[in-house]
């Protein structure tokens, strides 16, 4: 922060917050419109709830500290293939880029974690450089007014691909509704019609082609359309590791206490835009085009 005193300008700390988990993911940390700061790491997501008002004087901040913890299960994926059998018979070099490839086989990671043996990978307070497959990666912040009384919402990404968003409820952030869920369900519909594969297609092949389809890269809202009638909504895009992006259709005011306020969440359509390994995502908008 910076005060003023007289031609004098001081730069000072506003306040320090502690955090427990080391913070290793990329772009952690994130403002939401609604005054609402979420910080990514390891193993859970912290937001902290802000109260700025002209009449607080103080050099600190109030707020609410909330935790979201990660997922107690993986993400549910089947390619429809066997990867046991896959690897004893796939030639040597594709079996060893299969397992190495983090993005492949980051379900494969989490299921090894999530086992009894291996309960020290999973622990809260685990301070080392081990990532925590099910932990998230990456988070956004919708646009005001998602949410009931003009609130917002954060969409959190896991290593292994699942995607939560995430609301406050009463006074804690809860998640609402695992979006990964509809999209694996979204793909494996008609046996993988989406895809277009050749019926003779190596297993190999089928394998790696139907997991980068699972494997979501980046995510970023949009801002809201239409705000201003009841039919306001934004646009939440989804790329994944094939170069395609979906586009979810996220309806304005969502009442979570509506037991069908799912519907308000759905799938607008898939493009391809060709652009594998995404690494990030930006919104511009001017007059007449965005």
């Known amino acids: 922060s910076m005060?003023?005193?007289?031609?004098?300008?001081?730069?000072?700390?506003?306040?320090?917050?502690?955090l427990a988990l080391v913070v290793l993911v990329k772009s952690p940390i994130a403002w939401s419109e609604d005054n609402n700061i979420s910080i990514v790491t390891q193993h859970g997501t912290y937001i902290f709830d802000f109260y700025i008002t002209p009449e607080e004087c103080s050099p600190g901040f109030l707020f609410n500290r909330n935790f979201v913890a990660p997922p107690k299960e993986v993400n549910n994926v089947d390619t429809g293939i066997d990867v046991v059998t896959l690897l004893d018979h796939a030639e040597r070099g594709d079996a060893h880029n299969l397992i190495l490839d983090e993005v492949l086989s980051s379900v494969q990671r989490a299921k090894v974690e999530l086992d009894p043996k291996h309960s020290k990978n999973i622990s809260v307070n685990l301070p080392g450089g081990d990532p925590n497959h099910v932990g998230y990666r990456r988070s956004a912040w919708s646009p005001r007014g998602i949410g009931k009384k003009e609130r917002c919402?954060?969409?959190?990404?896991?290593?292994?691909?699942?995607?939560f968003l995430v609301a406050r409820q009463s006074l804690f952030w809860k998640k609402i509704i695992n979006i990964s869920k509809i999209w694996n369900s979204y793909v494996t519909d008609n046996n993988w019609s989406i895809l277009e594969m050749k019926w003779d297609t190596p297993a190999y092949k089928k394998h790696v082609t139907r997991l980068k389809?699972?494997?979501?890269?980046?995510?970023?809202?949009?801002?809201?359309?239409?705000?201003?009638?009841?039919?306001?909504?934004?646009v939440l895009i989804m790329t994944?590791?094939?170069?395609?992006?979906?586009?979810?259709?996220?309806?304005?005011?969502?009442?979570?206490?509506?037991?069908?306020?799912?519907?308000?969440?759905?799938?607008?359509?898939?493009?391809?835009?060709?652009?594998?390994?995404i690494s990030s995502m930006h919104w511009l908008q001017g007059k007449g085009h965005s």
Not at 5 to 17: D, K, S, T, W
Not at 213 to 234: Q, R
Not at 243 to 267: H, P, Y
């Open 240 to 277: 994944l590791a094939n170069g395609r992006a979906v586009f979810w259709r996220v309806s304005a005011n969502l009442d979570l206490q509506d037991t069908e306020f799912e519907k308000g969440i759905e799938i607008m359509s898939v493009e391809d835009f060709k652009l594998e390994n």
């Open 3 to 18: 005060v003023v005193l007289g031609q004098v300008e001081c730069h000072q700390p506003v306040q320090g917050i502690p």
């Open 153 to 163: 919402m954060i969409c959190l990404v896991t290593h292994d691909h699942q995607v």
């Open 213 to 234: 389809m699972l494997a979501v890269s980046e995510i970023l809202w949009t801002p809201l359309f239409d705000a201003d009638t009841s039919n306001g909504f934004s």
